[in-house]
């Protein structure tokens, strides 16, 4: 017999679960001839793609690891002191293995199912206490999505909380000593608004000025200097100005907090708390504000609650801020948010603790004022009075600057280079004395010096010469939880210990609707931890980041030929930037064609929340359209609505197939209709994994879309972030996509920055370019199918036990479909929650849960599932109807039964008074499988009302926690 020594191995096999059988088995089950009949009943004929994806041939892993490398090897990390937010920093190890290259953590949810999350919420609840106790604010959040976001947020905030007398004020005001990339994305936040933006001195600022609400202060400043804030903040706070610092907060360890000084809120990066710079991300941003504006702060709040054991447990607090909720009043539009490097950040603080990072600052500020000192004896000037680690550095003319610059590159070196004569240097935790010397010796060399001074020497004879009132005085992580894992055994148990509490795709499928829960392959992601990505600053010199340039420029080509569009951004963070950035090119376009009135953004009812928050922060006004009783638009009512604001409208918001899950038939007439109103068609495109392959947004007659790479791109979770929201236009939208002040971006007109760095999450983009890459258009067309039949699958397996709603014309649903669970009220007095809560007995994360639709189920569960992962899923779901069923036929009571008592902790199950009318075994072990493999719930039910009513927002009580742990 010959062999075919050709047959590599197919990446996508291994990607798509099922084979030749299980696939046959499933097309009896749903009654499909085969798959592609199945996706002719589901997908309009008129928007189908006449012909494939035109991408690249697919490659197998080990093909793909190869090319790859060879491409990340045309990055060159030189080393950076360009500073600017963003540093060289040193992820411990254990931090490194365990997080961030751990599928335990970064393959889980968004911690909606609090029970089952224990792990990451305390992760998060350590990250916010550091917050609190570094800036020495009242409470914090966790998290955004970089600094210059989370500024513009504050912006939001104080416009949210002026005070009476302030309440026509518009005008906000920013020291010319911030970031530029902060200055420059204010201006896009602000603009929509009417806020007017001031960007000066703030030394010279009228704080007496009524039209003033709010103001931002750097610290330290761009330029390195410390500045006391506190008589300023005072100033400003006897005008009702209110005040935003945006704080370094490895400086925050030597240096007097903001909140000492009286800041309204601290925003900053947690960045070089061990997250590598990523050539600009994903870093966790923080926001820290008073106790006072908790209900106006935007982002994930996590907080301590009881469950039903009275027992301590955490849980997201106060989500009816959110835009799930509160929409287009929401405090802000913010969804996915870069937990799993809050997760990182909170472990670097509770790795090092308070005397570690202290060491830390310490050296980063004795190295800096070694360099000080080493450049003063040479000759040279600075611009600094006060420094932490960054120094500008003033020269004679423009010659001796690129004579440095020059030497500095030969050496692999990058400084910030800013005007004629001024070098900015910025030193981090990597730095050595080695590294001092080496900048002292470009210095020389430039002026053509010898050093004639021992650097080590000079070393010896650093003290501390911050201003006594600007140094650090109060104490910060005095909590036990940073003050007991600081050896690598102590805190590599403690990150398993926190892990196994959690439920995440290393356990079972994870089939939320809209979230798109498929596999994050290894392959995808072992570049994200390879120096030549990880070790690049965002502002580095292009030449230094060729690899990284042709990671984008093929990307962005792949993602315009996978959604039809003429041009692609990749700046948005996540979903919801996507939709923010997508809006402002439509404003844009509207403005520069002499239509700067349209501002009516219609936008269905089923629509994401994310949507109208999205929609308000572009300045636009939402009209909400109906959705008739099959979950479509209502044609009628949009077209009432698109003719009645046709001389003022600017968009519609679509998500396609629609957030219930359906193929609309009517799209392309609704496309049609928004384009003869005079209003562009944005597509929201968390759905695309009912599309790639088979139809696009451009054939569909979108102009805009938005792509959530951590969901149909296989960017994972990460437990609420990282994400990447990318969007694509059509040709004559182009012109107007996002730039950046430090590096050319984006379209000729272009909109000023929506994300710090030009390129957003940069890091991150190679898991997406991976899964392209190894799939291939064959590959990418049958991962749709299969996320098509798969949903089928199950709808077919659970129509018989619960209703499901909404399905196309065909009876087919999507890639997703949502069941509804409303009756048991009734019927059994439960509510879908009950049913959510007892999945987890059966070792289930929770599909969404009443979105979009209150009281219902929304199940998708991609095409990375086996059809025996799907039959257990299914088997825990007809379960479950028969445990609801035995409450209606009376045998339980309404109120004490499986489900309300849901999840079961070992603690409960295994204690010698057992009082439930059901067994032991029936509340741990309903389905034999589980005998094999159990995962618990660590915690009972928790108790949200409670944790709201008494919102504790850091560590548990000290007693309380040590109680836990003894
Ligand atoms: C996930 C989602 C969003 C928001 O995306 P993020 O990346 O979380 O900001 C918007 N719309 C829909 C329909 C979604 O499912």
């Known amino acids: ?8 191995e197919k990446f996508e096999n291994r990607h798509i679960s099922a084979d030749e059988a299980q696939i046959d088995a499933m097309l009896r089950t749903v009654q499909a001839n085969s798959i592609d ?58 931090i490194l293995r365990n997080i961030l290259e751990n599928p335990g953590w970064y393959t889980a949810y968004t911690p909606y199912q609090a029970e089952i999350s224990q792990g990451r919420l305390e992760a998060v609840i350590n990250f916010q206490t550091m917050i609190i106790d570094l800036t020495q604010m009242e409470i914090a959040n966790a998290s955004l999505l970089d600094e210059a976001t989370a500024a513009a947020e504050a912006m939001h905030l104080l416009l949210a909380v002026k005070s009476k007398a302030k309440k026509d004020a518009n005008q906000f005001f920013v020291s010319n000593r911030c970031l530029p990339q902060t200055i420059d994305l204010l201006r896009t936040r602000t603009a929509p608004l009417g806020v007017e933006l ?23 400043a761009k330029d390195g200097e410390v500045i006391d804030y506190t008589n300023f903040i005072e100033a400003a706070h006897e005008h009702e100005v209110k005040v935003v610092v945006a704080a370094d907060l490895l400086s925050l360890t030597v240096l007097k907090a903001p909140g000492e000084m009286g800041a309204d809120v601290v ?90 990072l202290k060491k830390i600052g310490e050296r980063v500020y004795g190295m800096t004022q070694l360099l000080e000192k080493g450049l003063k004896i040479l000759g040279f000037k600075t611009k600094n009075t006060t420094y932490f680690d960054t120094l500008t550095i003033e020269v004679e003319n423009k010659e001796v600057q690129q004579k440095v610059q020059k030497l500095a590159l030969s050496q692999e070196i990058n400084f910030l280079y800013e005007g004629e004569k001024y070098i900015g240097i910025s030193l981090n935790e990597t730095t050595t004395i080695v590294d001092v010397s080496q900048i002292l010796a470009i210095f020389a060399l430039a002026m053509q010096k010898t050093i004639a ?17 600007l140094q650090r005085k109060t104490p ?82 792949w993602l315009s030929e996978i959604t039809g569009f003429a041009g692609v951004s990749l700046q948005p963070n996540s979903g919801a930037q996507g939709e923010y950035a997508g809006l402002m090119v439509i404003r844009a376009y509207h403005l520069a064609n002499g239509n700067g009135h349209r501002n009516i953004a219609l936008i269905p009812s089923s629509a994401h929340g994310t949507n109208p928050a999205s929609a308000v922060m572009a300045g636009m006004k939402v009209v909400v359209v109906r959705c008739d009783e099959n979950g479509n638009v209502d044609l009628d009512d949009l077209k009432a609505k698109a003719i009645a604001h046709k001389d003022d409208l600017a968009c519609l918001m679509v998500t396609y197939p629609s957030t219930h899950g359906v193929f609309e038939e009517a799209i392309t007439e609704i496309c049609q209709l928004i384009h003869e109103n005079g209003g562009l068609v944005y597509m929201d495109g968390a759905n695309m994994n009912a599309q790639v392959g088979l139809t696009s947004p451009a054939n569909i007659g979108a102009d805009v879309c938005h792509l959530n790479l951590h969901k149909t791109f296989c960017i994972p979770h990460g437990g609420g972030g990282p994400g990447m929201g990318p969007i694509g236009v059509v040709e004559k939208l182009v012109p107007f996509l996002p730039k950046h002040p430090l590096v050319e971006v984006g379209g000729s007109q272009g909109i000023t920055p929506v994300s710090a760095a030009p390129y957003g999450s940069a890091s991150i983009l190679a898991i997406s370019y991976a899964y392209i890459a190894m799939m291939g258009a064959e590959g990418l067309t049958n991962a749709t199918k299969m996320a098509i039949l798969n949903a089928n699958y199950i709808k077919d397996r659970l129509k018989e036990h619960y209703p499901i709603l909404y399905v196309g014309k065909n009876g087919r649903c999507a890639h997703e479909m949502i069941v509804d669970c409303r009756q048991f009220k009734q019927s059994a007095g439960i509510e879908v929650e009950d049913i959510a809560k007892r999945l987890m007995d059966y070792g289930f994360h929770a599909p969404t849960v009443s979105f979009p639709v209150a009281g219902t189920l929304m199940i998708e569960p991609t095409e990375s599932e086996t059809k025996e992962e799907l039959d257990r899923f299914c088997d825990a779901m007809i379960q ?13 009571d309404k109120n004490n039964n499986v489900l309300k008592h849901a999840p079961h902790t070992q603690n409960v199950v295994i204690a010698d008074t057992w009082d439930r009318p059901y067994s032991r075994e029936k509340a741990a072990y309903p389905l034999p499988c589980l005998r094999r493999n159990k995962v618990w719930a660590t915690v009972s039910r928790i108790d949200g009302a409670y944790g709201d009513r008494n919102l504790v927002c850091s560590c548990a009580p000290i007693e309380e926690y040590e109680a836990i742990n003894a």
């Open 1 to 8: 017999m010959k062999i075919n020594v050709n047959n590599t």
């Open 476 to 557: 910060y992580l005095t909590h036990p939880v940073f003050n007991t894992h600081h050896s690598e055994h102590e805190m590599l148990r403690y990150l398993k210990y926190l892990e196994n509490k959690d439920i995440s795709l290393v356990h079972s499928m994870i089939s939320l609707g809209s979230c798109t829960m498929k596999l994050n392959a290894t392959t995808e992601m072992i570049p994200v931890t390879w120096a030549e990505f990880g070790n690049l600053h965002p502002f580095a010199p292009k030449e230094q980041a060729l690899g990284y340039q042709e990671l984008f420029t093929n990307l962005e080509k």
């Open 880 to 892: 479950i109807r028969e445990e609801i069923r035995e409450i209606e036929q009376g045998i339980y």
């Open 453 to 469: 001074f021992d650097v080590d020497e000079l070393a010896e004879n650093i003290e501390n010469l911050i201003p006594e009132n």
């Open 267 to 356: 925003v900053g990066s947690a960045q070089r708390f061990g997250v590598p710079m990523g050539y600009g991300g994903p870093h966790a941003a923080f926001f820290a504000t008073k106790d006072e504006f908790k209900r106006q702060m935007p982002g994930r709040i996590i907080g301590l609650s009881k469950d039903a054991q009275g027992n301590n447990a955490y849980r997201m607090a106060l989500q009816t801020r959110e835009q799930h909720i509160r929409r287009e009043k929401a405090t802000s539009n913010i969804c996915t948010a870069q937990v799993l490097l809050a997760v990182m950040a909170g472990a670097y603080a509770v790795y090092h603790g308070a005397e570690g």
């Open 198 to 220: 001031v960007v000066g001195d703030h030394l010279t600022i009228d704080i007496t000025n009524p039209n003033l609400f709010g103001v931002l202060l750097q610290y330290p």
């Open 37 to 94: 009949e199945l996706i002719e009943q589901t997908i309009p004929a008129n928007i189908r793609l006449s012909k494939s994806l035109n991408l690249p041939s697919a490659q197998g892993e080990y093909e793909f690891l190869k090319n790859f490398k060879a491409l990340a090897q045309k990055n060159k990390v030189f080393k950076s002191y360009i500073g600017l937010g963003y540093h060289p920093c040193i992820t411990p190890p254990v």
